[in-house]
C-alpha cells in the first residue's frame, strides 16, 4: 500500500531553516502531485505547497510564499519542503501528501482532494 513518511522536523530559532523530506513508497511516484499540509493546535488542517507530476507547477500559501520551496526527485520518490526564514507562526506538525492524478489537472489545496497521508513531523521555531 500507499507509504508516505516524513522526516527532517525540529527544534529552530525563528529565522532558522530547516529541510523537511517525505519518502514515497507502493505506489507510481510519477502518477501522483504532491503536497505539504500543516497543522498547529487548534488549529484545522492547512494547505502548505505543492508539487505537479512532473514537478513543471508549484503553488504557495500566501503565509509561506518566498520563505518556502517543494521539489521533487523521481529518481528517489521523495519529495522536498526546504523552509527558510522561519517563524513562531509556522510551528506546527506538517505533512505529506499524494493526490492520484492520471490526468493533468490543475494542483488543489484542500485536505479532502488527498487521499495518502504520512504521520506528520514536528517542526517548532522558536523566537
Known amino acids: 500500500q500507499v507509504q508516505l513518511v516524513e522526516s527532517g522536523g525540529g527544534l529552530v530559532q525563528a529565522g532558522g531553516s530547516l529541510r523537511l523530506s517525505c519518502a514515497a513508497s507502493g505506489l507510481t511516484f510519477s502518477m501522483y502531485a504532491m503536497a505539504w499540509f500543516r497543522e498547529a493546535p487548534g488549529n484545522e488542517r492547512e494547505f502548505v505547497a505543492a508539487?505537479?507530476?512532473?514537478?513543471?507547477?508549484?503553488i504557495y500559501a500566501n503565509s509561506v510564499k518566498g520563505r518556502f520551496t517543494i521539489s521533487r526527485d523521481s529518481a528517489k520518490n521523495a519529495v522536498y519542503l526546504q523552509m527558510n526564514s522561519l517563524k513562531p507562526e509556522d510551528t506546527a506538525v506538517y505533512y505529506c501528501a499524494a493526490d492520484y492524478t492520471p490526468l493533468i489537472r490543475p494542483l488543489v489545496t484542500t485536505p479532502h482532494e488527498y487521499d495518502n497521508w504520512g504521520q506528520g513531523t514536528q517542526v517548532t521555531v522558536s523566537s
Open positions: 508539487i505537479s507530476r512532473s514537478s513543471v507547477s508549484t
